[in-house]
Antibody, heavy 117, light 109 residues
């Protein structure tokens, strides 16, 4: 069965960097685009970024453009999100999700990132 | 950027029908997808492409989309349907960004 397991979250100070990982299994990872979606405490879902199956195209939400970088390692079945210049507003649970056409059909359980001084 | 507006909350008695709206400019021209999120859990896709259901999702969940409003309908509501629901579209005009609605909390009375 499809499994997505995020890791790398934690408590960091404003202005610092953090890299999230998402380990995928149960499907042919290298053939699917992948997303990151986040959810601030008590708030709604916010799309963050998407990467095509071969990394030929990457898109970002305006709120993270220039600070976050999505990437993947198809040899290891892992999706990454490199986050830099973190602010308090980046505090959220970060989910990775598998893309299917223009929606997402499987989600991980999320990893919590807390930006606090 | 494209905006999707949902009512903050919908209350429904068990056995009745819940209707959750998602408003957007000419949303009827887009494919709308719906997710259910229970407390402490990841979202789950319940309807895609306006009205299709993934395998394992009960027929009680249905969707429609026309004009400026998409609707998720949950028939014969039970306690297990109490959750937050989000609509989502792909906005090809804003640098291909994914957009989520504001979310609706469904409460079963």
């Amino acid at each position: 069965q499809v499994q997505l397991v995020e890791s790398g979250g934690g408590v960091v100070q404003p202005g610092t960097s953090l890299r999230l990982s998402c380990a995928a299994s149960g499907f042919t990872f290298k053939t699917y685009a992948m997303h990151w979606v986040r959810q601030a405490p008590g708030k709604g879902l916010e799309w963050v970024s998407v990467v095509t199956f071969d990394e030929s195209n990457k898109k970002y939400a305006d709120s993270v453009k220039g600070r976050f970088t999505i990437s993947r390692d198809n040899s290891k079945n892992v999706l990454y999100l490199q986050m830099s210049s973190l602010t308090i507003e980046d505090t959220a649970v970060y989910y990775c999700a598998r893309a299917s056409n223009d929606y997402t059909d499987y989600w991980g359980q999320g990893t919590l990132v807390t930006v606090s001084s | 950027s494209y905006v999707l507006t949902q009512p903050p909350s919908v209350s429904v008695a068990p056995g009745q029908t819940a209707r959750i709206t998602c408003g957007g400019n000419n949303i009827g021209d887009k494919s709308v997808h719906w997710y259910q999120q229970k407390p402490g859990q990841a979202p789950v896709l319940v309807v895609y492409d306006d009205s299709d259901r993934p395998s394992g999702i009960p027929e009680r969940f249905s969707g429609s989309n026309s004009g400026n409003t998409a609707t998720l309908t949950i028939s014969r509501v039970d306690d297990g349907d109490e959750a937050d629901y989000y609509c989502q579209v792909w906005d090809s005009f804003s640098d291909h960004q994914y957009v989520f609605g504001t979310g609706t909390k469904v409460t079963v009375l």
